[in-house]
């Protein structure tokens, strides 16, 4: 069972922050580990990532979400020429998809034509489409966030740990690690424990009532033997808020259980966490987003914003292919 408070209401506007448009990432730091991290624990520090190993020693457990994104993204056309984005959320069957569309005048019955193949829509549910394809759509391009506007290249919205593909959106606080700060790690006696989580196009969505405790299901796995050297760990860093979700689902009994499942787990201020996850290391999330709400959970809503501001006025970068925080668990 999920335990919240019911004594706490939360109010979308206490997430709020000013957020200067040229504080938005359009692209990856290279070297990837020399973004900016800034490490908020008893005290505050400004560092690169690659000193990440100056806060970790042996015997601590490294949780990374090592899913993939997938090439769920298709550009078309109406019939009238106007341009629509397709983003493949759920596949119904060969032919049949549930989507997210971005156009005008998105109409059910309404014909697209794109490269490959064509599809009309055969229902819709709100922001939820269904589209009917004539053949099965062919592999599209990378989803990126919507307040990117820059390409982004395909090596740098994939982490090197990604393996089994299904994300909707890159697990971007790993995006920082790379093979040479890795080995720093593990010869300092850092374990890396890996673990599923595929992210939604939710989370990318506007969180409308703040107050509910379920967002849109997002399919989990732990193996064994990353359960073993979590449930093992002298400390246990999470990398991003998908492994933290992850960890908390996958809590029972005191202890993390291998399994895989749904994990639809709205986590705010007024939730109580149960896996002992000493520190998260994330991204600088958007204003009045899922993503920073969890974050303030965690780390506690006045602690991490006023962190957002001096991290603002030091000229790191929001997003997910911004800076990272170095967040430990607020008692």
């Avoid at 014909?111 to 922001?127: G, H, S, W, Y």
């Avoid at 299904?166 to 890996?194: C, M, N």
Wanted: a neutral charge; hydrophobic letters at 40%.
């Amino acid at each position: 069972m999920v335990e919240v408070s019911s004594e706490m209401k939360v109010v979308l506007e206490d997430f709020e922050y000013a957020l200067p448009s040229e504080a938005i990432s359009q692209h990856l730091t290279k070297p990837r580990d020399h973004c900016k991290l800034f490490v908020v624990n008893q005290e505050q520090a400004h560092k690169r990532f690659c000193d990440l190993a100056e806060y970790l020693r042996k015997g601590d457990v490294i949780v990374i979400n090592n899913t993939k994104v997938s090439h769920a993204k298709l550009v078309g056309k109406k019939t009238t020429g106007a341009v629509v984005e397709v983003l493949l959320t759920k596949k119904i069957s060969e032919l049949t998809w549930q989507c997210r569309l971005k156009g005008s005048n998105l109409r059910t019955g309404a014909e697209l034509v794109f490269p490959a193949c064509n599809a009309r829509i055969a229902a819709r549910n709100d922001d939820i489409f269904i589209l009917e394809f004539d053949v099965a759509p062919a592999k599209g391009i990378l989803p990126t966030p919507p307040y990117i506007q820059a390409h982004v290249p395909e090596g740098d919205y994939q982490t090197m740990f990604a393996q089994p593909e299904g994300s909707l959106a890159a697990p971007t606080a790993a995006l920082h690690f790379t093979p040479e700060l890795v080995a720093v790690l593990e010869k300092k006696g850092v374990r890396f424990a890996q673990v599923t989580l595929h992210i939604s196009a939710g989370t990318f969505m506007p969180v409308k009532d703040p107050n509910k405790t379920h967002t849109e299901p997002e399919w989990y796995e732990i193996l064994p033997e990353s359960a073993t050297l979590i449930n093992n760990a002298t400390r246990v860093f999470a990398v991003g808020t998908t492994s933290v979700k992850a960890l908390e689902t996958a809590w029972q009994q005191h202890k993390i259980v291998p399994g895989s499942g749904w994990s639809d787990i709205f986590i705010k201020p007024c939730y109580v966490f149960k896996a002992p996850v000493h520190a998260m290391i994330t991204n600088f999330h958007l204003p009045k987003s899922s993503l920073l709400m969890l974050t303030c959970a965690f780390g506690g809503r006045q602690r991490v914003l006023s962190a957002y501001a001096k991290a603002l006025q030091s000229g790191y970068h929001v997003g997910s292919l911004g800076d990272a925080m170095l967040l430990t668990r607020e008692e």
